[in-house]
């Protein structure tokens, strides 16, 4: 057997196109390309106007089931499926998220697929990239700073200084900076409160520019971010500072999506990366909608496993923007069955038939799930080195005995090669016109209830709690006009309840919301039912000590 | 008389050649431009290392008189002259700073220069640009973030956390950020600490990357970086929390030069953009040294008047770079004139002989200066509308009674047509061989007779004052090897002195030294005399407000 490479010594060694021939590929014209060096572009406003009213391809939405340890493989797989469809024959566009520069300093690596089934360039897209996240920080923290200028000079809105909703972030996983005193040494420097930083892809700007169809909508949407309340608990927005305008200015380029190519030379658009938790989750609506015009499939993915992930994709990426999509994969490992089933990580390595029986539970449920929706489902087994034959027989045995088929996928080894069954499959299914996708509750319904739901119906939960005051603020925000907003629930990712430990597919359980925030500028509320971190810190031997240039100039050890 | 346009709209106008075009203009290969659109490229490392060995073209330094709010037009009339010494045939580089993106939205405009006589794309060089800005940023906050780690996780480095001497910095006016206590919360965040951030330009990171030659050096100096000190006082430095080299790699593409290109198409190489107080106030040195390969003409800038800016510019810069200008350019107005001589801005529109002359001591003083170090001068009186003949003539013969030319520049209306008789006589002093530059002090003498030097020669203060724990303070960084640095005042731009309303040309005036501080990785003692502010507040109608974008998407109000 060949010696194992690593992602970025296969990255490093892929035969690139030019980026201005990818997009030729894709019918985009020079002139409409704005080229990031020689293999990154941003695809222009013009072009992207101009696809108004064309027909549109099928879209394919790549989730999992519960996020363990051991990895599913779901950026990889997205990026393998589009590899796959390629391969086959039919013109296929993948849509991924951007990655946060300050996790790569901490604990994880990049966020561009690995093996052979990657986005290039993986060093450029893990750092700094087009400078779409800095754009957001920026944006986001001239907003602050006129808020603490408003009221410096006079507070003319009368914010209340203790009811200020908007922190301030940066890209860096920094736990020092998650709660602060500002304004502190005097006159000069203003009134001290209490506030904090947010890592960017936290920010409500993300979320924004994610679910913003243009520009006009994205400084519309700017201008409704609420920043903090008076005296009277009326709202202030971003617009009664005259902040939107300039914010729009500073993401104008942000806003574009960013064209890349895989290891097999299709393209690929990588574009916005909001939180999973307290955001939605999903790459760019303008991503999505282009790629969509340009493509005969379009594949994307969802934040961790199904429960949050293609639920948010559903009821807010998809109903705000008006997408249906075509056909669902739910990626899962024989691993992460193992894990969900009850074993440790250490001992993944043994065959273990009981343990794959019991994960499958977890499989099940989201399958079942995702069928809510109107959206068929396929999964794809994405193979490790350690799956016995009779490991990945026993899934596609539950999956059939769940009308489902379970397809064994070899991209992160072989490329679109290893994915072409899936690939055939998952235009069968796309094809079949099964779809019938639909949300999962109506705008009309009130907010509590869209919470209960969602709990009952993709949780299971045996009942939703909340105290006097959570409940009291939903239908405050419905007197105001934002009962019509969808949920964005942030729970752990690692069970359907709120639990992390409770893997498996437990049901009954109780969900109990400890907060509510009304993200009004990207137009969702916030559901948080657990510790929800949006500051990471990092470890004590940080990945940063492993990154440096070599004598070639080259970065190592981004991965 | 013709309608006078915005620098928005003339830079608009511009008719651009692709970037590609103009680095083929200075035998660069496309191979060897990293494109950032069609109009902004950086140039390869490998480029730059080629040219190691090949002669160098001439170097003018433009510096100007003590700025007032009358403005005088430094970078306008170096961009200006870049196109006048194209204009008759010699083939000139133009480098200038990049623009901090912050203070766009507080109240100054963009950094481009103005008129006729500007970089282009002037939006993007004043918002985004490359991301220079934003990638020293992250790197300094990433070893802000790893300072605090490492204490959360033991501190085995032992840092003093009364003593930790790296805030953290944010490209954005916003004084609410000037003193914070962080890692408040309890356990999980740390422990709180007295910080605060800085703009991002008064990074010493920014200092590095502009005094750096390359990678290699550049990791070097990062590493070199005094973060703090322990319990013993010993210094603590970036290397040791191993946080240099990711720094590094942070600032891969960032350390390579920026090439636009002037409204007449001339090449311009942005790059870089120092605090002219606590830095040293120029562009890159990579830049500078590429395009001295490149080029019979590099016209460079130095920040705030002469005092300041080519002081450090010549004793920081040129001693460590081993550059040796050729001429330098004084530029003046008739309007800074008169402020000097004691006129109020409101009254700077009519003829007033008595107040030129008056102002001209500020002039006689800086040429005297600049002539200190071996470097010929020449005077460029920088055209306004409403200037007198009368008022031209007295500057004129008052700069020939000190033996130097007064050439009357009309770029900012004309572009190259109205600064051809000022390139003609730079191109004479330059070639006249009359240049032998010397720095001020030699590396030997010890901090407190340099400063000595600096406070007696330039400023001609009449005595320089420092408390003991100063004094002791340069004793014991000369003990621990770093008495040979050069020293970087941090002084108020506006007089000689460090009283901003001595204008003119006091003397006898008596320098008190508040503070001083090392920084070890760029390799300067900064000293300060005055209230030295290193992050702005923005005023109560900021910028901000009248910056959007416009129905065709355009920028408008940048300026």
């Known amino acids: 057997m060949a010696e194992v490479k690593s992602d970025i010594e296969i990255a490093r060694a892929a035969s690139k196109k030019p980026i201005l021939e990818v997009g030729a590929g ?45 990895g599913e493989g779901k950026t990889t797989t997205t990026v393998g499926l589009g590899d796959g469809l390629n391969r086959i024959g039919k013109k296929a566009i993948v849509c991924i998220r951007e990655a946060s520069l300050g996790p790569c300093f901490g604990v994880k690596g990049g966020a561009a697929g690995g093996g052979y089934a990657q986005v290039v360039p993986m060093e450029d897209i893990n750092l700094h990239f087009t400078g779409d996240f800095h754009a957001i920080t920026s944006a ?47 006159v000069a420097n203003g009134y001290p409160r209490e506030t904090g930083f947010d890592i960017t892809v936290a920010s409500e700007v993300m979320a924004i520019l994610c679910l913003s169809s243009d520009l006009a909508d994205l400084e519309e949407r700017l201008g409704n971010i609420i920043v903090g309340y008076r005296r009277d608990k009326s709202p202030v927005f971003a617009r009664d500072l005259k902040a939107h305008r300039p914010m729009a200015v500073l993401l104008k380029d942000a806003m574009q999506p960013n064209l890349v190519q895989t290891l097999e030379n299709n393209p690929a658009f990588v574009h916005g990366g909001p939180f999973a938790n307290i955001a939605h989750g999903c790459n760019s609506v303008i991503a999505t909608t282009t790629a969509l015009k340009l493509a005969d499939y379009v594949v994307t993915e969802a934040g961790f496993g199904a429960d949050l992930g293609a639920e948010k994709f559903f009821d807010i990426k998809c109903r705000k923007a008006g997408l249906k999509p075509d056909a669902a994969v739910i990626v899962a490992t024989v691993r992460a069955l193992k894990m969900n089933g009850g074993v440790k990580k250490d001992d993944l390595g043994r065959e273990n038939l009981d343990a794959v029986q019991k994960g499958f539970a977890n499989l099940a449920r989201h399958i079942e799930n995702v069928k809510t929706f109107g959206v068929p489902v396929i999964v794809a087994i994405n193979h490790f080195i350690s799956d016995t034959d009779a490991e990945i ?147 004590k031997v940080p990945s940063s000590e492993k990154i440096f240039l070599n004598e070639q100039g080259y970065i190592e050890g981004l991965f």
């Open 393 to 539: 027989a026993a899934v596609q045995s539950f999956a059939a005995s769940h009308g489902v088929e379970a397809v064994l996928c070899r991209h992160w080894a072989e490329g679109s090669a290893g994915i072409e069954t899936l690939a055939h499959k998952v235009v069968e299914l796309a094809e079949s016109g099964q779809a019938q996708f639909s949300p999962l509750y109506p705008d009309g319904m009130s907010l509590f209830s869209k919470i209960e739901t969602i709990a009952h119906s993709i949780y299971r939960a045996g009942e939703v709690t909340a105290d006097k005051a959570v409940r009291d603020q939903l239908r405050v925000w419905e007197e105001q006009g934002y009962g019509h907003l969808p949920i964005c629930m942030a729970k752990t990712q690692y069970s359907f309840s709120t639990d992390p430990n409770l893997r498996g597919a437990p049901e009954g359980h109780v969900v109990t919301i400890r907060e509510v925030r009304l993200s009004a500028g990207a137009g969702f509320v916030v559901v948080i039912t657990g510790e929800i971190m949006t500051m990471p810190g990092l470890p």
């Open 26 to 70: 894709l019918g985009i014209g020079p002139e409409h390309l704005l080229p990031y060096g020689h293999d990154k572009a941003k695809i222009s406003a013009e072009f992207i106007a101009a696809q108004r009213g064309k027909p549109d391809g099928k879209l394919i939405l790549v989730t999992a089931i519960n996020p363990t340890p051991a």
């Open 140 to 186: 986001h923290n001239l907003l602050a700073a006129l808020i603490d200028n408003h009221i410096y000079w006079g507070n003319e809105q009368n914010i209340d200084v203790r009811r200020i909703a908007w922190r301030r972030v940066m890209d860096m996983n920094d736990r020092a900076l998650r709660e602060i005193v500002c304004s502190l040494g005097g």
